[in-house]
C-alpha cells in the first residue's frame, strides 16, 4: 500500500476511510482520556467564561468537524491526484503538502484534550490551539487554491477552533491557569 508522506495513501483516496479514521481516533482519544483522568468531574468543577455549551454538545460537534474534515482531505487528495500516466508521482506536489499539513493538524487537534484533561494544563493545552489554529490556516491556505470544496469542508471547524481558543483561554484565566489540584478544596471529585 502506497503512502504519502504521513499516512498510507489507501486513507485519503477511500472517502470512508477518510471520514472514518479520524472520527475513530479522536474517540479513541477521547475515551481513553475520560478513562484515566475523571473528565467530568473535572469538567464540572471548571469555572467557565460565557457562552461554555454543555458537556454533551462536545461529542456530536467533533464527530460532524472529523468526519468533513476527513472528506475534505479525500476530496483535495482526488482533485490533486495526476492522471497522466507520464507524471513520475501520482500525487501534485501542493497535495502532498497539504496532506502532510492535514496529518500535523490532526496530531496537534488530539494532543489538546490529553494535554488539558489528562496533564491539566491549560496553558500547555492553549499553546497546542495556537499552533493548531495556524496550520489549520496554512492548510485553509493550500485548499483554497487547489481545491474550493475541500476548503469551504473546514470552515466550520476553523471557526470552532476560533470558538474553542476563546474558551481554552477563558478557563485557563478564570481557574488561574490550575484545574483540578487545589481547586473547591472543600469539593470531592469523583
Known sequence: MPWSTVLPQAVFTSPLLSV????AAGTFI???TNKQSRTKSVYRNLQKP???????LFGPVW???Y???????HHATVTG???SPLASAPLQEWTVHSQGLYASQLLLNYLWMPLFFGLRKPAWALADMLLLGGNVAALMHSWYQHDRPAFWMLVPYAAWLGFATYLNAGVGVLNRWTIGEGQGEGEKEE
Not at 472514518?20 to 472520527?23: E, G, K, L, N, Y
Not at 460565557?50 to 454533551?56: G, T
Open 20 to 23: 472514518a479514521a479520524p472520527i
Open 30 to 32: 477521547g475515551f481513553q
Open 50 to 56: 460565557p457562552l461554555y455549551p454543555p458537556a454533551w
Open 63 to 65: 464527530t460532524i468537524l
Open 67 to 73: 468526519g468533513l474534515m476527513g472528506f475534505a482531505a
Open 81 to 83: 491526484t495526476t492522471v
